[in-house]
């Protein structure tokens, strides 16, 4: 199993979405918003040299921060915001065929459900490609030897935890789309479990982050773990510290949600001697910036003015 050695990377300046937005409004006169090819104007100047960002914690902001440092992008601003925040502003962007630029990563459904593309990053400010990985509490080997085969045993694919994600953004249950893709992919629960002992009972902790692949893996964990494998399972859900922490100190058992090596990198530095890394069970996982399809801009390079 990989073992990652990562430094710690040192957090930049990054302004509030809400603050800008309320400066924004008071500094507008109202005028009406720009199209993607804009009158002859930049990108930048189109959508006010903002990038829209996510949870200020999150490993994909410091990349981000990095990126607009590398190539010189000194007049843009990255926003935090949400991962639901940063989704609504993209959908009432697409709406009008506005121009955004965005944090994105892969897996998410909002690849389904939009037509949009990376930005290239030829300095790989994100990196390389990520994997999430399963951690586990030290000594959950021990103590609860099925639980911990099945989860070193799970991992899936960008397609097939796509199924998941759009059920539950279209308004499904999470663990009734749990349920839903174990009844579909039955050879899949089975190499999950091959050879497994269920348990007689217990309880266990899967602590996540609230982004939808992640409610995916876990919901779908839980359903394997207590309809499988006899266990009771509960949710943790927290913010990304937090699920480090909760394992590291076993309040959690363990947790599908360990972006490596670039988001979590903090983190991973951190705990890395007081959790055990189960390896991936995503792999070939993307971050970058995203803009709408019809945004003429293909890579980072092509936010500086004047390009």
Known sequence: MNKWTLGTKKWLGITSLSAVLVLGACSSGGGGSSSASGSGSSLGDQVSHKITGIDPGAGIMTAAQKAIDDYGLSD???????????TATLDKAIRKKDPIVITGWTPHWMFSKYDLKYLEDPKKSFGEAEEIHTIARKGLKADQPTA??????????????GEMMVAIEDGTDAQKAAADFAEAHPDRIEEWTKGITPA??????????????????TNLAKYILEEKLGYDVKLLEVEAGPMWLGVAQG??????????PLTHADYWAKYQDKVEDLGANMTGVKTGLVVPAYVEANSIEDLVDGK
Not at 76 to 86: C, I, R, Y
């Open 251 to 260: 309040d959690a058992d363990a947790s599908l949600a360990a972006w490596l």
């Open 148 to 161: 911990y085969q099945f989860l070193d045993n799970f991992a899936w694919t960008e397609k097939e935890m």
């Open 76 to 86: 843009w601003t990255l926003l935090e915001s949400s991962g639901s925040a940063m």
């Open 200 to 217: 007689s009972g217990g309880t266990l902790t899967l602590a996540l982050v609230n982004w939808d692949s992640e409610v995916a893996s």
